[in-house]
């Protein structure tokens, strides 16, 4: 997977087709998504071992519920 493809705020969707945030940044071998579009208006991660498909947007092997109830509330990389 080339992940030079994933851009500041592309959208990250969930095999439901639902939108789980906006990328802010990678972070080591984790997406960083904005907190503007968290509920909590909290940073949350998510690994990028759950990527499966880069285009316009970043699809995750797992639904939105499923990515939300398991993404990081801080960074893995401790940055």
Excluded: C, Y
């Amino acid at each position: 997977m080339d992940t030079s493809q994933i851009s500041e705020h592309m959208p990250v969707l969930g095999t439901d087709d639902q939108q789980v945030g906006l990328v802010d940044h990678l972070d080591g071998d984790a997406i960083k998504l904005t907190k503007n579009d968290s509920g909590d208006g909290q940073h949350h991660w998510i690994p990028l071992s759950w990527v499966s498909q880069i285009d316009e947007h970043v699809h995750i092997d797992r639904s939105a519920a499923d990515a939300m109830s398991g993404w990081m509330d801080s960074s893995p990389s401790g940055n």
